[in-house]
């Protein structure tokens, strides 16, 4: 029988590719010795096929979508023509312009699955460790000028080789880590993972054959192409355009072209790469924009190599994204954050049932460390922000979310923070004190958190997008509020800052991050008085913050 007659049996086996991936996602997070992996989920894991194109994944971070594929074909590329892939082999790379694609700290580890003497599939995972050497504890940089200062590559490199591990290459990441047991125990997760997923296929290649595994891997991504075609013939055809402003001043656009079987994101005529980290690399600009492309066309569907059959991505080299080496990209995922918010901007007057208003547009990471004050040892505290999202063309935006390319990431545990990073949270709340994102539905709320310091020699690292630019609002709506981060010493001196970079901290200092609240939508004056009242009773205004004192005293005399 032909394996095309039997749904049930290729529908079995592309859940259970699914539930590989879930799997590994579980263990990765369960093994994990960073925060910012097993609370935060920055990582992903996936299966490809033999030629490395993606199959499935699961990913806490949509960031690292279409990612891990790279880091299989770059170890099919760099070794398969030489024989080099066997049984028991593991590869890492972290290479930004080749298989890691993202920035250093993100490090893939990439293990062939093989059935009868062949590759069937590849086994691929992706986490952030929290430092790979580099200029920056934590490996994070505001101001490098080339890719060396950012920390250790490792360009596509056997960890294992066929079953014994390359403990050069361990020692190599264990001596450039400021941070090497927690360091070397992500990675340890991340071989763990692969290999639970490496087993798990194995049973079902016992169960059902190399032959209707291999078919019904491929009739997946025959699936996800189908499915995206689908999507695209219920868009609004024609060519979308946007335009925004870098932190740094310069103009940024985006042209996106629908029709019935392609969706174009043609990026070019933007600025060239910059000599400061806030780079993409091509693969993950091509990132960015499937991400967008899903949230667009159907994100509760097949997330394989078959549905961005249908996406291009056009880009000048050497630009912002597009940057060629050695151009710094440890912050790329600003950029990769205006990328998606421009498709955003573009399409989102056309599909008001779909995309809510601008939103924080930022991952406002605050990386902050310093020496325990009883053991002398080196914490380093890596944490996203969540922020205000747009409003809604029939609802507020919803407050206090991760940005769009953290998507289901969660924010940080005070109790992790505090019982590990050697800081004390004193407020984490909703902002109120700010009256931007008015409209009909107003933009969701940012946040405020405040970490005093309880470290020596201690410093902070953090970048904000949307510093000096706002969340755009949509049919009339106002702008959001901006992001931004701020030093508060003993004395009452207080410095605000978009960008800092290693900034001295001392005992008792606190930090406080502000994130921004989303842009609104509808004309603000026709706002219920009954919502502008819930809004004040809720803590989400106050009466003298409120852009809407008329409505707002209409609603409370109604009372």
Same mark, same amino acid.
């Given at each position: ?32 010795? *960073? ?79 093989? *059935? ?247 991952? *406002? ?11 002398? *040892? ?182």
């Amino acid at each position: 029988m032909h394996p095309s007659s039997d749904p049930f049996t290729l529908e079995i086996i592309q859940s259970a590719l699914q539930a590989i991936c879930d799997e590994m996602f579980m263990t990765l997070r369960r093994t994990a010795m *960073s925060s910012i992996i097993y609370e935060n989920l920055d990582f992903g894991v996936a299966v490809t096929d033999a030629e490395g194109r993606l199959a499935c994944q699961g990913s806490g971070l949509p960031g690292f979508i279409g990612m891990l594929d790279s880091g299989v074909k770059h170890a099919i590329a760099k070794f398969g023509w030489q024989g080099l892939i066997r049984p028991g082999d593991m590869f890492m790379t972290n290479d930004p312009y080749a298989g890691g694609v993202s920035h250093l700290n993100d490090v893939v580890l990439v293990l062939p699955v093989f *059935s009868d003497g062949e590759i069937v599939a590849w086994m691929a995972n992706k986490a952030h460790w929290s430092d790979i050497g580099g200029m920056n504890p934590g490996s994070l940089t505001t101001s490098s000028k080339e890719i060396f200062q950012e920390g250790l590559q490792l360009p596509e490199v056997h960890l294992f080789d066929a079953g014994e591990v390359n403990q050069a290459v361990i020692d190599i990441i264990g001596t450039n880590s400021r941070t090497p047991d927690q360091t070397l125990g992500d990675m340890w997760a991340g071989v763990a993972a692969a290999r639970v997923g490496e087993k798990r296929l194995h049973e079902v290649l016992a169960r059902y054959g190399r032959q209707m595994v291999c078919f019904a891997i491929g009739r997946y991504l025959e699936d996800g192409r189908r499915g995206a075609l689908r999507a695209l013939k219920q868009l609004p055809k024609g060519i979308f355009t946007a335009e925004d402003t870098t932190e740094d001043g310069h103009p940024i656009r985006v042209a996106v072209t629908v029709s019935d079987e392609q969706f174009t994101v043609d990026l070019r005529g933007n600025p060239p790469q910059s000599a400061t980290p806030f780079n993409c690399p091509y693969m993950c600009t091509r990132s960015a924009a499937q991400i967008i492309f899903m949230a667009i066309t159907d994100p509760h569907g097949i997330t394989n190599d078959g549905t961005f059959t249908c996406l291009t991505v056009l880009c000048d080299g050497s630009s912002i994204f597009n940057a060629r080496r050695p151009a710094p990209v440890s912050r790329y995922s600003e950029p990769l954050m205006q990328i998606i918010d421009l498709v955003w901007k573009a399409v989102a007057p056309f599909m008001p049932e779909v995309l809510p208003a601008g939103q924080m547009n930022s991952v *406002s990471s605050v990386v902050l460390g310093g020496r325990d004050q009883r053991t002398g *040892s080196l914490r380093i505290l890596i944490e996203p922000q969540v922020g205000g999202w747009g409003a809604h063309f029939d609802a507020d935006g919803e407050n206090a979310q991760m940005c769009a390319a953290s998507g289901e990431t969660y924010n940080g545990s005070v109790e992790v923070s505090e019982a590990r990073y050697g800081v004390m949270v004193r407020r984490y709340h909703l902002r109120a004190d700010d009256y931007a994102g008015t409209g009909e539905y107003r933009g969701g709320k940012g946040i405020v958190k405040e970490f005093e310091v309880l470290l020596e020699d201690a410093w902070l690292t953090s970048t904000h997008t949307r510093g000096t630019t706002r969340p755009w609002g949509m049919r009339g709506g106002e702008p959001g509020s901006s992001n931004h981060i701020s030093v508060i010493r003993p004395s009452g001196r207080q410095d605000t800052f978009t960008r800092v970079e290693r900034l001295t901290l001392n005992v008792g200092d606190v930090v406080r991050v502000e994130t921004a609240t989303g842009g609104g939508c509808g004309n603000p004056l026709a706002r219920l008085p009954q919502s502008v009242f819930e809004d004040q009773r809720n803590g989400y205004v106050t009466a003298e913050h409120s852009d809407w004192r008329y409505t707002f005293r209409s609603a409370r005399e109604g009372q």
